[in-house]
C-alpha cells in the first residue's frame, strides 16, 4: 500500500507539477470581492446604488417601488390573480420582499414568484 502524505508525496508532486517550493508558496490571486447587495439587508437597494444607471428600466423601477415599500415598512407584495389565472377563482399571491432579492440576483426563487411569473 502506498504512503499517503510524507515527503516522497511531495517530491512526486514537485515532479508532477513542475513547480517548485516557492513557486507552490507564491501568493496566487487573490479571492473576488463580494458584492454587499448580495445579501439581502431589509431596506437596503436592491443593487448597488452606484450601477442603477446600468440597469434596464423594469428593474430600475421595481428597485425604486422596492425601497419605498421598506420604507413604508411593508413586508411583501400582494398579487391579485383571476379566475383566469389557476381557475379557483379570484385570490391573492403574497410575495415577500426577500424573494424580489432573489429574483433580481437569479438566486433561488420561490414558488409564489414562479406563479407570478407564469401568469
Keep these: ?16 507539477t513542475g513547480l517548485n517550493l516557492a513557486e507552490v508558496l507564491a501568493e496566487g490571486p ?13 431596506g437596503q437597494s436592491l443593487y448597488n446604488p452606484e450601477k442603477l444607471g446600468e440597469l434596464g428600466t423594469q428593474m430600475y423601477l421595481l428597485n425604486g417601488w422596492y425601497m419605498s415599500a421598506s420604507d413604508a415598512g411593508q ?7 383571476r379566475n383566469h389565472h389557476y381557475f379557483r377563482g379570484n385570490d391573492i399571491i403574497y410575495v415577500e420582499l426577500p424573494e424580489l ?3 433580481c440576483h437569479l438566486d433561488s426563487l420561490d414558488k409564489s414568484l414562479i ?3 407564469c401568469l
Design 115 to 117: 406563479s407570478c411569473y
Design 75 to 81: 413586508i411583501y407584495l400582494s398579487v391579485r390573480i
Design 30 to 42: 487573490s479571492a473576488p470581492e463580494v458584492d454587499p447587495y448580495k445579501k439581502f439587508v431589509p
Design 1 to 16: 500500500m502506498e504512503e499517503v502524505g510524507g515527503y516522497e508525496s511531495f517530491l512526486r508532486f514537485y515532479e508532477d
Design 101 to 103: 432579492h432573489q429574483l
